[in-house]
């Protein structure tokens, strides 16, 4: 697969007919970073705060904009306040449903 797709080999070094090998130093730091990063949580970064204007991307109520009314970290979601006939409406929404803006 990797011969068959275009330009790969430039990247990754080598020629079309034989990639370089990785170095015996190379597998060990490939090996060292895998083993540290065992058993860790992903650390998960938060891009939206409560007042923060946002987009809805996904869903129901896709291209509708909203500001932020909480924030639940654990849970991943969101409650944005919403105009929905004039009222504003309570929405609650995953973190990847929104793009600030």
């Known amino acids: 697969m990797v011969r068959r797709t275009r330009r790969i080999n430039g990247f990754i070094s080598g020629t079309s007919d034989k ?3 990785l170095s015996a130093e190379e597998i060990k730091k490939i090996r060292r970073q895998i083993e540290e990063g065992e058993g860790r949580e992903p650390t998960l970064q ?6 923060d204007h946002v987009r809805i991307k996904d869903g129901p109520f896709v291209d509708f904009s909203g500001v932020v ?5 654990e849970r991943r979601r969101l409650t ?13 929404l995953d973190f990847d ?3 600030k803006g």
């Open 46 to 51: 938060i891009y939206f705060a409560t007042g």
């Open 69 to 73: 009314d909480s924030v639940n970290t």
């Open 97 to 99: 449903q929104v793009d």
């Open 19 to 21: 990639p370089l090998p």
């Open 80 to 92: 944005v306040l919403v105009m929905v006939l004039g009222r504003s409406t309570p929405v609650e």
